[in-house]
Each structure stands twice: as structure tokens, then as C-alpha cells.
């Protein structure tokens, strides 16, 4: 199973970014999938997470309306759809995968076992 993450980079406060996490190894459709991102000395946080059937879909508070997360099952691909960038946005972003997560555990990190390598996104004027 392998993940591998890309499209982070520097953009400036109002700009749109999109990362992308290709997915290999496994039934793509069949594992919930996640965004985390981890700021300098504080904890991995989920941002956005969606079910194994995509039924569930969760948004942290700090994006919601500004982030989307997609997933193409037939391209095995999930994307982050991210608008309107703020400073505290600035974080390393992970894809994170994993089949039979509980709703009730679909934002925490530890019920995840596969992860992408991150991507780095800078948000700075």
C-alpha cells in the first residue's frame, strides 16, 4: 500500500491550492480517506476525512467552506481543494488511508495506518 502526496508549495494569504494523493497497493474504494496536516509544535489535526462509502464527509471547523476533499475511485486519487489560504494554514498536509475506521474515529491519526509521505504548505505574504 502507498500513498504519495504532491501540489504543496509557497502561496500567498486569499491564494487556492490543490493537493493530490495517489493511492496503489489496495481497493481504493473500499478505506476511508483523510487529510492531516501537522503546524510546527502542535498536533496532527484532521482537516477534512470521508468514509469508506463517502457517506460521512467531516470538515474541521478552521476550513470548512474553504477546503474540499474529493476522491476518484477509479483514478484511485484524492484531492484537497483548498481556497482562500490563511497564514495559520501553513502546515505539512499528509493523505492517510485505511479500510474498517469507525465513524466515531474517522479525525483521529492513530486509526489510520497508511500515510503519504506530506507535502508542505506555506502560506506567507
Known amino acids: 500500500v502507498q500513498l504519495q502526496a504532491c501540489g504543496g508549495g509557497l502561496v500567498q494569504p486569499g491564494d487556492s491550492l490543490r493537493l493530490s494523493c495517489a493511492a496503489s497497493g489496495f481497493t481504493f474504494d473500499d478505506y476511508a480517506i483523510a487529510w492531516f496536516r501537522q503546524a510546527p509544535g502542535k498536533e496532527r489535526e484532521a482537516v477534512p476525512c470521508?468514509?469508506?462509502?463517502?457517506?460521512?464527509?467531516y470538515y474541521a471547523d478552521s476550513v470548512k467552506g474553504r477546503f474540499t476533499i474529493s476522491r476518484d475511485n477509479a483514478k484511485n486519487e484524492m484531492t484537497l481543494q483548498m481556497n482562500s489560504l490563511k497564514p495559520e494554514d501553513t502546515a505539512v498536509y499528509y493523505c492517510?488511508?485505511?479500510?474498517?475506521?469507525?465513524?466515531?474515529?474517522?479525525?483521529?491519526?492513530?486509526?489510520?495506518?497508511?500515510w503519504g509521505q506530506g507535502t508542505l504548505v506555506t502560506v506567507s505574504s
Open positions: 492517510a488511508a485505511d479500510t474498517g475506521v469507525i465513524l466515531s474515529a474517522l479525525t483521529e491519526a492513530s486509526a489510520y495506518s497508511y
Open positions: 470521508i468514509s469508506s462509502r463517502g457517506e460521512d464527509i
